[in-house]
C-alpha cells in the first residue's frame, strides 16, 4: 500500500520519565491503567505500530522501578530522563547520534498522551514531509482567554486569534533539533517543547491541526476521559 507520505522512515523519542505530580497518583501516571492497558503501553503501541517508524528511544527515570518493554514492532531502546521534560528529550536524540542522519525526521510525543490518531500522526507527516523546518500537532484556542494575577483576579483578556494549544508529536529534522535544543539548556532556557527550541534559532514551526481527544493525562480527571477517548476511537 502506498503510504499517505513520502517519508521513508523517522525516529520517535518519547518523554517518559516524569513523576506526574499533577497527577498525585500511586505511581507515575504514565504507567496508571487505562482500558485494560498502562497509559505508556498505548502510546508506545500507537507510534510503534506506524509505518516508517526506524526507531523508538524512551526516557526513563533512573528511579523508575515500574518500567518494562512492551512488545512493539520496532527496535526500542531506553535512555536516563533528565532532571526536565528538555532534558529527557535531549538524552533521546543523543542516543540516536551516528545512527539518525541529519536531515532524518524526529518526532516526539509524551508518553502521557496515549490518545494520538493514527490519521494525526498521518496528518503531521504528509503535511511536514517536504517542510524546510518540521512543526507540531495543535489546537486552535475555542475558549476566551483570561490573564489572572496570583490571586485568580482577571487582569486581561488576551485575543485568541492566531493561538493555538500546542500537542505532540512534534516534528524536526535530527540535526536541527539537536542544535536547537543544546543552544537552549546552554543558555538555561527549559523549553516545555520541542518547537520553542526551533523558534529560538529563529526557524518557524508548522502548526498541523490535530484532534482534541489528544489529551496529555496531566490530572486524576483526565484519566478517565482518556478512557472514555480510547473507547470511542476503538468503536469508530
Ligand atoms: N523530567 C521529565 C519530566 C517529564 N517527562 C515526560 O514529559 C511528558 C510531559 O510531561 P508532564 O505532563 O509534565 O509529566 P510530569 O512531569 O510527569 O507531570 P508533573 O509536571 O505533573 O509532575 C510526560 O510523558 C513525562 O513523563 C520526562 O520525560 N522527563
Ligand atoms: C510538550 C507539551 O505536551 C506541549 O503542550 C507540553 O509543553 C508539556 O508540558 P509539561 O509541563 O511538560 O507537561
Known amino acids: 500500500m502506498n503510504s499517505p507520505y513520502s517519508i521513508a522512515d523517522w525516529w520517535a523519542v518519547v518523554p517518559a520519565a516524569g513523576v506526574g505530580r499533577r497527577m498525585n497518583g500511586e505511581r507515575p501516571k504514565q504507567y496508571l491503567e487505562l482500558n ?16 516508517g517508524l526506524r526507531g523508538l528511544v524512551v526516557a526513563i527515570n533512573t528511579e523508575d522501578e515500574y518500567w518494562s518493554a512492551p512488545k512493539v514492532p520496532v527496535a526500542l531502546e531506553t535512555v536516563p530522563g533528565g532532571e526536565e521534560r528538555c532534558h529527557s528529550v535531549l538524552n533521546g536524540l543523543e542516543q540516536l547520534a551516528g545512527r539518525a542522519d541529519d536531515d ?16 494525526d500522526l498521518d496528518a503531521l507527516l504528509s503535511e511536514l514531509a517536504g517542510h524546510p523546518v518540521g512543526g507540531l500537532l495543535g489546537l486552535p484556542i475555542a475558549d476566551t482567554v483570561k490573564r489572572t494575577d496570583s490571586r485568580g483576579d482577571v487582569l486581561e483578556t488576551i485575543s485568541r486569534e492566531g493561538l493555538w494549544r500546542a500537542l505532540t508529536p512534534q516534528m524536526f529534522r535530527f540535526g536541527l533539533l539537536r542544535q536547537a535544543l543544546w543552544a537552549a539548556l546552554e543558555a ?22 490535530g484532534h482534541g481527544d489528544n489529551i496529555k493525562i ?19
Open 36 to 51: 485494560g492497558h498502562r497509559v505508556i503501553d498505548h502510546t508506545l503501541h500507537r507510534l510503534g505500530s506506524h509505518r
Open 104 to 119: 532524518d525526521w524526529v518526532l516526539v510525543h509524551d508518553a502521557a498522551r496515549p490518545c494520538l490518531r493514527a490519521e
Open 188 to 209: 538555561g532556557e527549559w523549553v516545555t517543547d520541542e518547537a520553542a527550541a526551533i523558534e529560538r534559532a529563529g526557524y518557524r514551526p508548522k502548526m498541523v491541526e
Open 218 to 236: 496531566t490530572r486524576p480527571q483526565d484519566l478517565p476521559l482518556a478512557a472514555l477517548y480510547l473507547a470511542q476511537q476503538e468503536e469508530a
